[in-house]
């Protein structure tokens, strides 16, 4: 089994900035993608933020392009999300999602981390 740890969320002011980490353990071959959900207070639907795929695609959310970046450790399985230019419309909890290669035969293994929430204040 795959164990993700989330980290960096909290309270920033309208124009901050915010580091999320999301760090994969367990028994792990390779990443197949790695990336970033959020779920907006009294909002049930999970939106894609960014995410970052084996071959290094990446695609983002247009509500965050040009303001927030995706990368990735792969010596570490961590990956993160550096967000600038905070809006309160970004406040949400941030979800980790990713998939992983976990044995040689292809089993794969995907879910989301517990999220860490981040809350930007106008």
Avoid: H
């Avoid at 970052?52 to 983002?60: A, E, F, H, L």
């Avoid at 927030?68 to 949400?92: C, G, H, W």
């Amino acid at each position: 089994q795959v164990q993700l740890a989330e980290s960096g969320g909290g309270l920033v002011q309208a124009g901050g900035s915010l580091r999320l980490s999301c760090a994969a353990s367990g028994t792990i071959v390779s990443m197949n993608y790695m990336g970033w959900d959020r779920q907006a207070p009294g909002n049930q639907r999970r939106e894609l933020v960014a995410t970052m795929s084996r071959d290094g695609s990446i695609k983002y959310a247009d509500s965050v392009k040009g303001r927030f970046t995706i990368s990735r450790d792969d010596a570490k399985n961590t990956v993160y999300l550096q967000m600038n230019s905070l809006k309160p419309e970004d406040t949400a909890v941030y979800l980790c999602n990713s998939e992983f290669l976990i044995d040689t035969i292809g089993s794969t293994w995907s879910g989301w981390g517990q999220g860490t929430q981040v809350t930007v204040s106008s």
